[in-house]
């Protein structure tokens, strides 16, 4: 992990606490890095040995985890619901279950996260869930599965917002769209992957299990292979990366306090987290993981809309792999508008959010007629991760301070299962068979949401114009490079938009 000294008055206590034997608390002098200079091949190189090791761990991972959450959409065609016996809002309650233990498992990883080195957090939570995982193939009730979805819930918790800081402690700002994008299109890889291994197992006459069951049993399996990767290979210290040299080492570390920002720590700073309460990028966080997830009923809740118009399971699964495609064009869509557009993030969110609210009113409209246009719709209104990426990287940009990071990102992730434990509640078949109540309801979310984006750009602009005029009179005093500031007080750090 990296982490550097505060200021002469922070460095006090240094103590070296160790953790299953490894040594957390690793300290870093920036005035050892002042002489380091590189040329832009050192930093594309070193960039490139970043993107080889530590990049497809954390697409692997975040695979994984989408596996292990799809797999329940699927499941449910392929004989849970009756092997289960489940019943009214039974299977909703499956997911809202899960995402109750998420957000309860936020406030816990806040201070986690901070406090230990990403990687053993991380590494030791995939184990654990990819273990519960395993264990969803047992219950043979309603009951007994949804404590084990709530078990797995709790563990997937830290992945998401400990990637956001692993993306914004290992690449500098500009870096930062392109290679959330690239971990974020695994959701639409899971899926496409997902569906073909539902239907093969379904295809398969041998199996001494149902078919759900062993699905989540090879998505456990899947899962420990990508944890154990994540543990044995993902470095605790940049600095210390067993893939670089000694001089890529001192570049890698330089070009990230060029930006002013320390890396990761180990300490937590009360400061910081009363600066969160009223802090507006805190709440932009909050809302927009609300917002984000509320609207998600399409993806979950595809399946069984495909499955409810006549379709057997083999069928639904062919009309609906093809919504992860979708899903993954649209994320390269969202990159490639940032590549020609780098400083028009909110611009393409917003565009990118009209995908979802025509794939929505598609249903709402045609979903009693049902053919091609409910297909085609719900693979339009699954397509939320596209923008997804974009609305992380603006956290990872904008963000500053150890403690900051660690409760802004797990804020987002706060409201992400706040909107995902309640929208599972008015997409209710059995009260409401067409759905129509969850897809107005996404309408007029996405619709906020796009206000709320613009909202954003404007106070970020507001507030560059503002320090722009502090720096040219002069009143912007100069910072130590081993202040641990967060975006508020580094009055030199300017927002991304």
């Given at each position: ?8 008055k ?5 103590i ?83 995402y ?6 936020q ?65 500098k ?29 379904g ?5 001494k ?58 300490n ?46 083999f ?17 390269w ?74 409760i ?23 009260k ?8 107005c ?12 984006v613009?909202?954003?750009?404007f ?10 005029k ?9 910072y ?18």
């Open positions: 992990m990296i982490s550097v000294s505060n200021s002469s922070d460095t006090e206590k240094n070296d606490e160790k953790i299953f034997g490894i040594t957390s608390n690793v300290e870093i002098i920036p005035e050892q890095y002042d002489d380091v200079e590189y040329t832009p091949e050192e930093e594309q190189e070193v960039v490139k040995k970043i993107d080889k090791i530590v990049l497809p761990l954390l697409c692997f991972v975040f695979f994984s985890q989408y596996l292990d959450k799809q797999s329940l959409s699927y499941a449910a065609v392929f004989g849970l619901k009756k092997d289960l016996k489940l019943t009214g809002n039974e299977y909703s309650w499956l997911t809202s279950g899960f109750l233990s998420q957000l309860a498992s406030f816990v990883y806040i201070y986690l996260l901070s406090r230990f080195p990403i990687k053993l957090v991380t590494g030791i939570s995939i184990i654990i869930w990819a273990g519960v995982c395993m264990c969803l193939a047992a219950p043979n009730s309603f009951s007994g599965m949804v404590v084990v979805r709530c078990f797995l819930g709790f563990f997937e918790g830290c992945v998401s917002p400990a990637f956001v800081m692993v993306t914004s402690n290992y690449y700002k500009s870096e930062h769209s392109l290679r959330t994008s690239i971990w974020i299109s695994m959701n639409a890889i899971a899926q496409i992957l997902c569906s073909f291994l539902i239907y093969g197992l295809k398969n006459p041998h199996l299990l149902a078919t759900w069951k062993v699905a989540f049993l090879v998505c456990g399996s899947v899962t420990i292979v990508a944890g154990s990767l994540f543990l044995g290979f993902v470095p605790f210290a940049l600095k210390d990366a067993w893939f670089l040299n000694d001089r890529q080492k001192s570049i890698a570390v330089k070009r990230i306090l060029v930006e002013a920002d320390l890396g990761e720590k180990d937590w700073n009360w400061n910081q987290a009363r600066e969160c309460i009223f802090d507006w990028g805190t709440w932009f966080s909050f809302l927009g993981g609300i917002l984000v997830t509320i609207t998600s009923g399409p993806i979950i809740f595809s399946s069984l809309i495909i499955n409810d118009m006549g379709y057997n399971s069928k639904t699964i062919e009309y609906g792999s093809p919504s992860g495609a979708v899903q993954f064009l649209f994320i869509v969202g990159a490639a508008a940032l590549y020609f557009f780098p400083k028009q993030r909110c611009i393409v969110i917003c565009l990118l959010t009209l995908v979802p609210i025509v794939g929505n009113i598609m249903l709402l409209v045609m979903r009693e007629r049902g053919g091609w246009a409910v297909i085609v719709g719900s693979w339009l209104g699954a397509c939320i991760t596209s923008f997804y990426a974009i609305l992380l990287s603006l956290n990872a940009s904008n963000i500053r301070g150890n403690t900051k990071k660690s802004v990102n797990n804020m987002f992730y706060i409201g992400y299962c706040v909107g995902c434990v309640i929208y599972a509640q008015w997409w209710n078949y059995s409401d068979p067409t759905y129509k109540v969850g897809l309801v996404d309408i007029a979310a996405w619709g906020f949401f796009i206000c709320m613009m909202i954003y750009r106070k970020c602009i507001y507030e560059n114009k503002k320090r722009d502090l720096l040219e009179s002069g009143k912007i005093p100069e130590s490079e081993s202040d641990d500031l967060t975006d508020v007080q580094d009055l030199r750090h300017r927002y991304s938009y």
